[in-house]
């Protein structure tokens, strides 16, 4: 059993309203210096058997055709040990 | 093909809100309306396709994304690349951009609230087939209310859409939700897939609504269809 990890963030330049949805509460709970909040989506994927080249090329594409919209999302797949 | 033999079809989708409003715009248009299931790989030989508002599938991950992979979609997308006329409103304008129909993407709104309001536009381009029956700069009053209708595309595709006229319709008064150069909806290049953020199927009575200025976007394609034959 393999666990891959797909992080998808909006892309730096796109307007994160959430993020700074969260990051103007942050003040108000007394956390000071937070100049910016971005937030974003982790996926946690487990795969039956090994993963091989092939299953990982999957996954990416899992995460470039599903889990992200490449028009406005970048994501990172990592493999956890 | 009499106006009352044209069929225009509407996908209900898991959480649609606005497919029976737009059911009843194609009827009042003069068209024969025809309910089509997002679960069916079938468009009933319909001669054009409204994907409504509301939501779809719980609009988990992204507005749309889920819906995109619909059995109906993929009849919609090969019908649309062969010219079949697609309106998307709202969420169906979600729909369509994740769908890759047509560029960019809708993300929330700047201000981060929800939008309802009765929204000018003035319409760009009247020459797709869901506008022929507006003039280029006619200025109409439609309904609009999204959370995410913050249109959203690279610079260098929306100097295209501009470029080559797309941009179907844009706010007037202030960008009701933070959308790139106030566009409120676009075309694909030829012409026949439109996606439109406010809701043209709320404004075609004078009984509820702001008046029937939407109607329009529904006798465009009946007349499109129409001349034909």
């Not at chain 2, 769908?99 to 009247?126: K, M, W, Y």
């Not at chain 2, 006619?138 to 209708?149: D, S």
Request: glycine share 12%; with cysteine.
């Amino acid at each position: 059993m393999t666990r891959v990890v797909v992080d998808v963030m909006l892309k730096p330049e796109i307007l994160d309203p959430q993020g700074k949805a969260v990051q103007g509460a942050l003040p108000r709970l007394g956390f000071e210096g937070f100049t910016e909040v971005r937030q974003g989506k982790r996926f946690e994927l487990t795969l039956d058997g090994d993963l091989t080249e092939e299953r990982l090329a999957e996954v990416r594409s899992v995460a470039e055709t599903v889990l992200s919209n490449p028009v406005i999302e970048d994501f990172t797949v990592t493999v956890e040990q | 093909m009499t106006a009352a033999g044209t069929r225009i079809g509407v996908v209900t989708f898991p959480g649609s809100l606005d497919d029976v409003d737009a059911l009843r715009a194609v009827r009042l248009a003069g068209a024969e309306p025809v309910a089509l299931w997002h679960g069916d790989h079938d468009l009933q030989g319909v001669d054009a396709v409204v994907l409504p508002g509301g939501f779809s599938y719980g609009d988990y991950l992204r507005c749309g994304a889920i819906a995109r992979f619909a059995p109906v979609m993929s009849e919609v997308v090969e019908a649309a690349d062969g010219g079949l006329p697609v309106l998307g409103i709202c969420n169906g304008f979600q729909i369509l951009c994740e769908s890759h129909l047509l560029p960019g993407a809708l993300i929330r709104n700047d201000h981060q609230r929800f939008t309802c309001r009765d929204q000018r536009l003035v319409i760009e381009n009247a020459s797709t087939v869901w506008t022929t029956s507006y003039t280029a700069g006619q200025q109409i009053l439609v309904p609009l209310k999204n959370g995410e209708g913050g249109y959203v595309a690279a610079k260098e595709t929306l100097d295209e859409l501009e470029a080559e006229g797309r941009v179907v319709a844009r706010y007037l008064g202030s960008d009701p939700n933070g959308s790139a150069r106030g566009i409120a909806g676009i075309s694909n290049p030829r012409g026949n897939v439109v996606g439109l953020m406010p809701h043209p199927e709320h404004a075609v009575e004078d009984l509820c609504g702001p008046g029937t200025d939407g109607l329009g976007f529904f006798t465009s394609v009946l007349q499109s269809v129409l001349a034909r034959g």
